[in-house]
C-alpha cells in the first residue's frame, strides 16, 4: 500500500481497533483534527414525520378492521 492509500485509512472503523494500528494518542490527535461539519446536516422534512404518522394509523388500525375473505 502507498502512503497516500495508508493515511486515507488511518480513521476506518474496520481498521482503528487493530493492534499496532494507531496509538491511542495518535487517534485522539487526528479525530481533535477533523472538521466540525454539524453545520452541514439537513433538518428533517415535514413530508417524512407526515408519512410516518400515516403509516402508524394504518397499522394500528388494520387488527380493527374486518377482512374480506
Known sequence: MNRESTERLR???RLIHRRGWL???EREKSL???PDV???IAP???SDSAD???VADDT???PDSPRAE
Open 32 to 34: 481533535a483534527e477533523l
Open 23 to 25: 496509538s491511542k494518542a
Open 44 to 46: 428533517p422534512e415535514e
Open 38 to 40: 454539524s453545520d452541514k
Open 52 to 54: 410516518s404518522t400515516h
Open 11 to 13: 480513521l476506518d472503523r
Open 60 to 62: 394500528a388500525a388494520a
